[in-house]
């Protein structure tokens, strides 16, 4: 059972434009949520979290919004550069685990 | 420096071999974890240590032995694979292993079981 889903396997989106990406979550337990990113023949790379008392962070063109009634979360990149190509993956934790959901890949077109 | 270094990066192994996965960081974290990542999929965690002693196993097959040595070191002993353990694994670390801290993760080393 997945406890974490992104729903979305890819998302192309235009240079400079708003990217967002979604992850859903089943278990109310988790307490963190977070972003990585992963380039190919790399390690999964951290880029911003939120805790599960906030329902937004913000981080430079990167902001993270919580919705823990509809248990959703997304990520919002802004504007969008070609740097930002790569796979996202969206986790959550309780106490130590990090459950990852399947990542979204996402391609940033000029 | 913020690097977990892993080694080796590339791994080829026959079922009966016995080889080691590597894993260092100087970050002064005091926790480290091994996750294994098949194609198109999640990192899965395998193994937590937490202050140098082993927290979370998840279940993980015998064939796969985590040692944790000093602070800055984790070992992964590998004895007996299949070949559907191919698969990358990554270390990762962090602070003190408490929830929602940032992980550290090193670039992997993908494995193949022959």
């Known amino acids: 059972d997945q406890q974490v889903k992104q729903n979305s396997p890819s998302l192309s989106v235009q240079e400079g434009r708003i990217s967002i990406l979604n992850c859903d979550y089943t278990n109310s337990m988790f307490d963190y949520f977070l972003w990585y990113k992963k380039y190919p023949a790399e390690g999964p790379t951290f880029l911003i979290s939120i805790s599960s008392i906030k329902d937004k962070n913000e981080d430079g063109r990167f902001t993270v919004f919580l919705n823990k009634s509809a248990k959703h979360l997304s990520l919002h990149i802004v504007p969008s550069q070609p740097g930002d190509s790569a796979v996202y993956f969206c986790a959550a934790s309780e106490t130590q685990k990090l459950v990852f959901g399947q990542g979204t890949r996402l391609t940033i077109n000029p | 420096d913020t690097e977990v270094t892993q080694t080796p990066k590339h791994l080829v192994m026959g079922m009966t071999n016995k080889k080691s996965l590597k894993c260092e960081q100087h970050m002064g974290h005091r926790a480290m974890y091994w996750y294994k990542q098949k194609a198109k999929k999640p990192p899965e965690l395998m193994f937590v240590?937490?202050?140098?002693?082993?927290?979370i196993n998840e279940s993980v097959p015998s064939r796969f032995s985590p040692e944790c040595p000093n602070s800055s070191l984790l070992n992964l002993h590998l004895h007996a694979l299949q070949p559907e353990d191919s698969a990358l694994y990554l270390c990762a670390s962090s602070q003190h292993g408490t929830g929602g801290e940032k992980l550290f993760f090193g670039s992997g080393t993908q494995l193949s079981v022959l």
């Open positions: 240590y937490s202050y140098e002693k082993l927290s």
